[in-house]
């Protein structure tokens, strides 16, 4: 597949609804609730992709932070952002990240078959391309943002405004 596909699926097109529409027209209230039967929140799968976008970003750009010992450290522990200042920071939060990871996708192969240096000790001796992590940010996204739908619509949130499969 070429990058223009992945630039397609990063937005969600041909594939699903994309992420930002997923979290369109939610409020701080809507986004913390948990209905029986779910693990997280809408407001915890979108943090949880922030972090995961953010980390993959970083390593990108040369840096090593440091990889959660536990799975759990990648998830907010509460339900609920703070306010509706924190709820909204995390959606502009989104989208600048998913604006970050297109321009990667959009550079030339120079950039794209760069290699990053391994996550973790358990894949020492391996190492990615930029363009294999920027494949990994899609599927990772595309994963949660399944999960955002069903809890939508669970919650009777579904479809957002701008639309999205209801079958």
């Known amino acids: ?6 630039i397609e699926l990063l937005h969600g097109k041909g594939a699903h609804v994309g992420p930002e529409e997923c ?3 939610l409020t ?4 913390s609730s948990r209905p029986a039967g779910f693990s997280h929140s809408i407001w915890q799968q979108l943090s949880h992709m922030n972090y995961w976008m ?13 990889y959660p010992v536990h799975a ?3 998830w907010p522990a509460e339900p609920a952002p703070g306010d509706e200042k924190e709820w909204n920071l995390a959606v502009s939060g989104l989208r ?3 604006g970050r990871v297109q321009l990667l996708a959009e550079a030339g192969p120079d950039t794209l078959q760069r290699e990053v240096d391994a996550a973790h000790s358990s894949e020492a001796g391996r190492s990615s391309s930029v363009q294999a992590v920027l494949w990994q940010i899609v599927a990772h996204n595309s ?3 399944g999960q ?3 809890l939508r619509r669970a919650l009777s949130l579904w479809p957002p405004r701008a639309g999205g499969d209801t079958w």
């Open 1 to 6: 597949m070429n990058n223009r596909t992945l």
């Open 23 to 25: 979290v369109e027209g």
């Open 28 to 31: 701080a209230e809507s986004a």
């Open 54 to 66: 953010e980390y993959e970003l970083a390593r990108i750009s040369g840096n090593r932070p440091p």
């Open 72 to 74: 759990a450290e990648s």
């Open 96 to 98: 600048d990240f998913l």
């Open 143 to 145: 994963y949660h943002t």
């Open 148 to 150: 955002i739908v069903q």
